[in-house]
């Protein structure tokens, strides 16, 4: 081939837009000719519209594939279900379902419809090299680990390519099986180096990037290159207090900052010790939204989370 494709592929944005901006930039810097979006556009971060911007011009200006992550099914089934969760509760101010609440206030119906209007699966043929699938999670389900977990194989041997590119994994990685690969390409706005441990964590030599991957066609076959971006940080965190985000999500909120300062992962740990924490104290099993805040903020100590920021 002449002039051979470069894909960039981004996943994970999860309302970074900061984030988003420098990889997009690198990228085009880069000369990348198309460019895969694997969901998870937003939740989390601050001002969701602003990467819902940033992805409608790509539509408009580039060669773009999207697909739909677990994120945009939280949308789209809270909006079906007319502003409540499947067992008709809605979602409340605070630590476990504050930023979730905070982003649907912050979307408009247009982008729900495009949210609904994306694939969980896709295969792309740019031109004629070898064809692409696309996922966030899996094939079959947004939420797929597809990390070598039972199912991950057959699940692979289904794909009708060589190469399963995702995201839903938060870190760059590449597995192998029978000829066939899965690559990750880790996560543009919430990057997740290592998982957050009781006590002070280490910060990761990867704390403040970005993370993306280029695919570039080498003969007949597609070569990752995995990249890390620098970016805004510190905007990216000062979002988080300007736009309202860390008085209605406090613990959730100071777990974001955690994760761009520290590059690891708190989000499953705190809440499940949360819940732990409370089980100790009142006998009583909740899931995470029944949790009272006082536990949010004890787990979230204990893993040397500052949240007097």
Not at 110 to 115: A, G, N, T, V
Not at 282 to 297: F, H, K, L
Request: aromatic share 10%; proline share 6%; with cysteine.
């Amino acid at each position: 081939m002449k002039n051979p494709p470069v894909v960039a592929v981004l996943a994970d944005v999860h309302g970074n837009s900061q984030a988003l901006k420098a990889c997009l930039d690198y990228a085009g810097r880069r000369r990348a000719t198309h460019y895969l979006f694997l969901g998870d556009y937003i939740t989390d971060h601050a001002y969701p519209q602003r990467v819902m911007e940033q992805l409608y011009k790509m539509e408009r200006r580039c060669n773009c594939r999207f697909v739909r992550g677990n994120r945009e099914d939280y949308m789209v089934n809270y909006q079906r279900n007319g502003g409540r969760q499947p067992d008709g509760s809605v979602w409340k101010e605070g630590s476990c379902q504050g930023a979730l609440l905070y982003c649907y206030e912050n979307l408009t119906p247009e982008d729900i419809r495009w949210f609904k209007s994306l694939p969980v699966y896709a295969l792309w043929q740019i031109g004629g090299a070898p064809p692409l699938a696309c996922c966030h999670g899996s094939p079959e389900s947004t939420k797929g680990p597809m990390r070598g977990q039972p199912g991950t194989w057959e699940s692979l041997e289904k794909v009708e390519a060589d190469l399963l590119v995702k995201g839903h994994n938060h870190k760059h990685f590449c597995l192998g099986y029978r000829g066939k690969r899965i690559v990750c390409a880790g996560s543009v706005g919430n990057p997740c180096c290592r998982r957050a441990r009781p006590g002070l964590s280490q910060p990761s030599e990867y704390a403040k990037m970005a993370q993306m991957v280029f695919l570039h066609l080498e003969g007949e076959r597609w070569k990752p290159e995995y990249a890390l971006v620098p970016y805004d940080w510190q905007e990216t965190v000062q979002n988080l207090r300007t736009s309202g985000l860390a008085r209605r999500a406090p613990v959730w909120a100071a777990m974001l900052r955690h994760n761009v300062l520290t590059g690891t992962d708190p989000f499953g740990s705190v809440p499940a010790r949360a819940v732990e924490l409370y089980r100790n104290a009142s006998g009583v099993e909740e899931d995470w939204a029944n949790v009272p805040e006082d536990y949010w903020r004890q787990a979230a100590g204990e893993f040397g989370i500052d949240l007097e920021w």
